[in-house]
């Protein structure tokens, strides 16, 4: 069964940054690409990052593009979201996910490509 752990959510004022980490098992970390995802209320579930299994490549949604960087660190089973220069329209659950294939060197960008997920961690950044 693969467990993620998600935290350093909270509250930000606006121009602030965040941290959120996600551990995960050794298997995980050193076979599939890492995802975040975000959901406010009312909205679809929004890809925001990811990272391929090796940390070679990394993927971005353009509102946060030059704001969020993603990165991995396999050997302690960590994956970060670091976001920079936050507005209040990031304000929203952030999930992150395991991927579904293994090896890849590209990633999926549709929620429908990730098997496992995170129990979610606010952020909530005030105007």
């Known amino acids: 069964q693969v467990q993620l752990v998600e935290s350093g959510g909270g509250l930000v004022q606006a121009g602030g940054s965040l941290s959120l980490s996600c551990a995960g098992s050794?298997?995980?970390?050193?076979?599939?690409?890492m995802g975040w995802f975000r959901q406010a209320p009312g909205k679809e579930r929004e890809f925001v990052a990811a990272?391929?299994?090796?940390?070679?490549?990394?993927y971005y949604t353009d509102s946060v593009k030059g704001r969020f960087t993603i990165s991995r660190d396999n050997a302690k089973n960590t994956v970060v979201l670091r976001m920079n220069s936050l507005k209040p329209e990031d304000t929203a659950v952030y999930y992150c996910a395991v991927s579904s294939g293994t090896f890849l060197p590209i990633v999926d960008r549709t929620p429908d490509g990730y098997a496992y997920w995170g129990q979610g961690t606010q952020v909530t950044v005030s105007s």
């Open positions: 050794r298997r995980t970390f050193s076979r599939h690409a």
């Open positions: 990272i391929t299994w090796n940390g070679r490549n990394t």
